[in-house]
C-alpha cells in the first residue's frame, strides 16, 4: 500500500472548518483514500474514503486532486469533540488485502 | 447495536507469564481483525480473520503470539512468555464483509491496554 505523509499537529478555532492534508504521491491507480481517527483512550473511528471523484457524508467531505497525488479532509465546522489524532490511509480493496496500515496521523486540537 | 467490545479492558502481568485477550466483534460481522498500539504510534497490523480462518497472519511479532476464531465470531489472543516491549494497547475491528470495492469499513472496539512489568 502507498505510503502516506501528513502534518503532526495542527490547531483549528471552535465553529471553524478544519482542513487536514495528506500527501500520497505514490497512490496507483487501484488505491483507495481512507480516513480514521481516534479519539483519546478510543479506538479508530472510519470517516470517509473515496477513489477519485470527492466525497461528502454526514461527518466530513474528502477532496482528492485531480492527479490523485494528495487529498484534504474537511470538518466543516469543528467541534471540541473532533479534538483526535486523524489518519489517511492509502490501501488496494481487493479480496485478501484486508489490512489497514497506520501512520502516525495528524493530531487535530480543536480550540474553544 | 452493540458495538465492538474487548474484555478486559486493562490487563496487568508479569514477564513470563501467558494471557488471553477477547473480542466480540459485531453480530454478523464475517472479517475480524487484530492490531496493536503502541504509545504515540498508529495501530499496528497483527491479523485477519475471514469466517474461523485466519487469512492473514502477516503481522504476528513471533511464535508467542497466536489468534483463534474457532466458531467465527468471538477472537481470542494469545499471548506467551509475555515481555515487557508486548506492553500496548490492543485493539479488535470486525467488517461485514471482505474484498469489494471500497466496502471494507473496519468497526474498531476500545481496545486493552496490557500492561507487562
Known amino acids: 500500500d502507498a505510503k502516506t505523509t501528513q502534518p503532526p499537529s495542527m490547531d483549528c478555532a471552535e465553529g471553524r472548518a478544519a482542513n487536514l492534508p495528506c500527501n500520497h504521491s505514490t497512490i496507483s491507480g487501484n488505491e483507495y483514500v481512507y480516513w480514521y481517527r481516534q479519539i483519546h483512550s478510543q479506538g479508530p473511528q472510519y470517516i470517509i474514503h473515496?477513489?477519485?471523484n470527492n466525497e461528502t457524508n454526514e461527518m466530513a467531505s474528502l477532496i482528492i486532486t485531480e492527479d490523485r497525488k494528495s487529498s484534504t479532509l474537511i470538518l466543516p465546522h469543528a467541534t471540541l469533540r473532533d479534538t483526535a489524532v486523524y489518519y489517511c490511509?492509502?490501501?488496494?480493496?481487493?479480496?485478501?488485502?484486508?489490512?489497514?496500515?497506520f501512520g502516525t496521523g495528524t493530531r487535530l486540537t480543536i480550540i474553544p | 447495536g452493540a458495538g465492538v467490545s474487548q474484555t478486559p479492558s486493562n490487563k496487568v502481568t508479569e514477564k513470563g507469564k501467558y494471557v488471553e485477550l477477547r473480542c466480540d466483534p459485531i453480530s454478523g460481522h464475517t472479517a475480524l481483525y487484530w492490531y496493536r498500539q503502541s504509545l504515540g504510534q498508529g495501530p499496528e497490523f497483527l491479523i485477519y480473520?475471514?469466517?474461523?480462518?485466519?487469512?492473514?497472519d502477516s503481522g504476528l511479532p513471533n511464535d508467542r503470539f497466536f489468534a483463534v476464531r474457532p466458531e467465527g465470531s468471538v477472537s481470542t489472543l494469545k499471548i506467551q512468555r509475555t515481555e515487557r516491549g508486548d506492553s500496548a494497547v490492543y485493539l479488535c475491528?470486525?467488517?461485514?464483509?471482505?474484498?469489494?470495492?471500497?466496502?471494507?469499513?473496519?468497526?474498531f472496539g476500545p481496545g486493552t491496554r496490557l500492561t507487562v512489568l
Open positions: 475491528a470486525s467488517s461485514p464483509t471482505s474484498g469489494g470495492f471500497g466496502v471494507n469499513t473496519q468497526y
Open positions: 480473520f475471514q469466517g474461523t480462518g485466519a487469512a492473514d
Open positions: 473515496g477513489l477519485k
Open positions: 490511509i492509502v490501501r488496494v480493496v481487493n479480496f485478501g488485502n484486508e489490512k489497514l496500515t
